[in-house]
């Protein structure tokens, strides 16, 4: 069975400052890999599919990269409208998400 | 656009079936190469998928929930429902429904809908 982890649980980044967030695998999922964004009371929302792909209408600051088990988000100068949960999740079996990553204001 | 409502009831006594339809518009249930799911989030924790349906009937549960879950689709009314029997208090939580591209990744969600299971 597959289990995802994701850190730091918590971030603290400074508005314009870079963020990085990890998400890890406990085996192989390929590039069969998302990130969202949840804000509170707010659904999830699709940010970057295929690892790397950026879903419709997301800004270009948000970037995703790695394979296998090892997965980064980047988000490269952090905007107010920014600060929320961030959610990896692999789909080469059955959906499964981390537990999650606050970004929250320094 | 494709929009995605969650409806039923949003308080459920312990040991009883939670009960929610997804009403789909914007789009239709029957396209092909779509799933339709169903995740919940427990007050204040993360993210489970509860299992997905295609327009043919075909569907997949998680293996945690699969003996309490039943997943339904009425094409003729465009939307999917979902069944959670002998419900306990840890079945409290937020439910969205979610498109994803086959098994894929959900990229529509509904708004969701809070269900308290109390006596």
């Known amino acids: 069975e597959i289990v995802m982890t994701q850190s730091p649980a918590t971030l603290s980044v400074s508005p314009g400052e870079r963020a990085t967030l990890s998400c890890r695998a406990s085996?192989?999922?390929?590039?069969?890999l998302a990130w969202y964004q949840q804000k509170p009371g707010q659904a999830p929302r699709l940010l970057i599919y295929g690892a790397s792909t950026r879903a419709t209408g997301i800004p270009a600051r948000f970037s995703g990269s790695g394979s296998g088990t090892e997965f980064t988000l980047t988000i490269s100068s952090l905007q107010s409208e920014d600060f929320a949960v961030y959610y990896c999740q692999q789909y080469n079996n059955w959906p499964l998400f981390g537990p999650g990553t606050k970004v929250d204001i320094k | 656009q494709l929009q995605l409502q969650e409806s039923g009831s949003g308080l459920v006594k312990p040991s009883q079936t939670l009960s929610l339809t997804c009403a789909v518009s914007?789009?239709?249930?029957?396209?092909?190469?779509?799933?339709w799911s169903w995740i919940r989030q427990p007050p204040g924790k993360g993210l489970e998928w509860i299992g997905y349906i295609y327009h043919s009937g075909s569907t997949y549960y998680n293996p945690s929930l699969k003996s309490r879950l039943t997943i339904s689709v009425d094409r003729s009314k465009n939307q999917f429902s979902l069944k959670l029997s002998s419900v306990t208090a840890a079945d409290t939580a937020v439910y969205y429904c979610a498109r994803a591209p086959f098994e894929y990744y959900f990229d529509y969600w509904g708004q969701g809908t809070l269900v308290t299971v109390s006596s």
């Open positions: 085996q192989s999922v390929s590039s069969n």
């Open positions: 914007g789009g239709s249930i029957s396209s092909g190469g779509y799933s």
